[in-house]
């Protein structure tokens, strides 16, 4: 394991923090290379620089040294989204971090604190608390993850607690000051915490301003926000919108669906079968240890709008492939329609939830019913045998 900048020994584990910073260049400079050869390989045109609209079928690229025009049909503005900051916070790449600065930065913090409990928040207190920084998480309300299910929320903190992580519940953080050593962070209920750095994970904003978008009559949202349509269209027919600048969904997988189905849709491939996008059923991950995952409707979503739901759930503890793992952390929970038996969710906690949330994904999306997954032949000892266990 000495290329990922991990060694073990008798006495334990130790990380080489600057060969893991190395290897993290590597496997994002190999990704880079690979996209690029890619798009050469389509003959893609790749102009590097700053693009703003000039008109609706005109862009300025500011090019090193240079402007270059460039006339378009149709284009598609995917700018993506950039961390918010607080009007309190001042963030200096140096003690004062935002996500984008945090990945990794150039020394491994002695005392992280992490304001921002969402999904971002809790995965950089999950990577510091790891390689061996004391972490502190400020939790602006009464439990961790606010918009997933109280149950795996819970499961997640009893595990952040377990690793020693401090957490200020019901605490919002209203000021951020520089010290000699370090920062401190004050939060509105009078406490205060002192650390080396602090990291701001408060969500993000959409990289829509300075696009020009008005000279294209590309309408935004109050928030800044390109609303689209299901075929990713703007409102000006020709230009489209995809990734988090959509303000649809902030992942890297819907992004790139999104993309797909605007390139579908000016090829004119989009009168064959197709399928809009169903926001609802995106399976999403948070990788932590253990890892979460989820996809299609919650509980308490369907609790909220008073849907009847089935819910059936088995603990990784009757496992054997866990077992055998020596890791039975965790469940998985199916939800599905009891009228009908059609899977309509499902949420897993525990080793490799984010690969096996895929079987769930897939029977939301195509409508399978709860026997279909019961009834498959699944290999023995796995941990997807735990799913078909679930939905029973
Ligand atoms: C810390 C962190 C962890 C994440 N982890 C995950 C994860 O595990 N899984 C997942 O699915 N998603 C994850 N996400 C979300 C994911 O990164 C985004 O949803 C995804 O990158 C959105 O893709 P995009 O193409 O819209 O934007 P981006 O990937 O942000 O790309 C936008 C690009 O446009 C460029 N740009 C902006 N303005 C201009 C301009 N005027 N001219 C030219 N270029 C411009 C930007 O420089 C950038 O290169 C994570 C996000 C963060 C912050």
Redesign the pocket.
Known sequence: MGGLGLSSSASGSTVDYEALRARIGQVTGRLRCSVEQLLSSQGVRTVL????FAGPHELSVKVPGDREVLHFDAAVV????R?RIPEWAAPDGERVLT??QA?PPPQLPEHLVVVGSGV?GV?FVHMFGSLGSQVSLIVSRQHVLPHKDPEVAAALEEELLRRGVALYKGARAAAIDRTGTGVVVHCDDGRSVAASHALLAVG?VP?SD??GLELAGVKVDNWGYVPINHHCQTNIGHIYA????SGKL??????SMQGRKAAEHIMGLHTREHRHIDYDKAA??I?TEPEIADVGLAEAEAFATGRKIRVTKVPFGASARALINDDPRGFVKILSDPATGVVLGGSIVGDRASELISVIALAVTAGLKVPDLVESCLVHPSLAEAIADAAE
């Open positions: 620089g700053e693009a703003t995917c700018t993506g989204s961390p996500t984008r990945y971002t995965e993000s990289n300075h696009l995809a990734g988090d600048v902030p992942l890297s997988s819907v992004a999403s991950a990788f």
